[in-house]
T-cell receptor
Framework: RKEVEQDPGPFNVPEGATVAFNCTYS??????FFWYRQDCRKEPKLLMS???SGNEDGRFTAQLNRASQYISLLIRDSKLSDSATYLC?????????????FGKGTKLSVKP | ETGVTQSPTHLIKTRGQQVTLRCSSQ?????VSWYQQALGQGPQFIFQ???????GRGNFPPRFSGLQFPNYSSELNVNALELDDSALYLC????????????FGPGTRLTVL
């Protein structure tokens, strides 16, 4: 079983749609959780950290369920500029300090 | 822009050759992590350097090695290149005490023929 699993997509949605990405992780020692965004042929960029209480940043809402080892990202009112690959990322407690574990990513295409 | 730079941007090598990739971290960041991203995959952790010492390593063979210099810039060296080494190589720098926060450079795209 992969350490971080995501629906590979692609998700093709019209502008204005609401889209949800799901992610599961296998290691219960996971300590920190993130969503990164990666545009085609570019580097990953941190979109938001994910907290147990859930957190929101504008149109983006992230949720974490530690009991189910499940992370989600909700994008409301999709824009063309949201088209990218969204990477679910976890960091383990202990071990190498900088070891971010990435999922394969879910590709989103927002169409006019 | 993150302030993390990498060179070269693209590189083509043949099997068996050796390659050195370079990374300049963001000012004030003393930790550098290297990742390999194959096509269609998420980045995979190679290793991390903190104050010129290796501070953790992923599941990569010893032919992947690195260095960090006193100015915190870093190199990734790969010996005896294999076709499967073709990938985007990303470095990420972190400020002291905040390794959860990683700023990625634009990457070096390596093609092994």
């Amino acid at each position: 079983r992969k350490e971080v699993e995501q629906d590979p997509g692609p998700f093709n949605v019209p502008e204005g749609a609401t889209v949800a990405f799901n992610c599961t992780y296998s290691n219960s020692a996971s300590q920190s959780f993130f969503w990164y965004r990666q545009d085609c042929r570019k580097e990953p960029k941190l979109l938001m950290s994910v907290y147990s209480s859930g957190n929101e940043d504008g149109r983006f809402t992230a949720q974490l369920n530690r009991a189910s080892q499940y992370i989600s990202l909700l994008i409301r009112d999709s824009k063309l500029s949201d088209s990218a690959t969204y990477l679910c990322v976890v960091k383990l407690n202990g071990g190498s300090q900088g070891n971010l574990i990435f999922g394969k990513g879910t590709k989103l295409s927002v169409k006019p | 822009e993150t302030g993390v730079t990498q060179s070269p941007t693209h590189l083509i090598k043949t099997r068996g050759q050796q390659v050195t990739l370079r990374c300049s971290s963001q000012s004030g960041h003393n930790t550098v992590s290297w990742y390999q991203q194959a096509l269609g995959q998420g980045p995979q952790f190679i290793f991390q350097y903190y104050r010129e010492e290796e501070n953790g390593r992923g599941n990569f063979p010893p032919r992947f090695s690195g260095l960090q210099f006193p100015n915190y810039s870093s190199e990734l060296n790969v010996n005896a290149l294999e076709l499967d080494d073709s990938a985007l190589y990303l470095c990420a720098s972190s400020p002291s005490g905040r390794v959860d926060t990683q700023y990625f450079g634009p990457g070096t795209r390596l093609t092994v023929l």
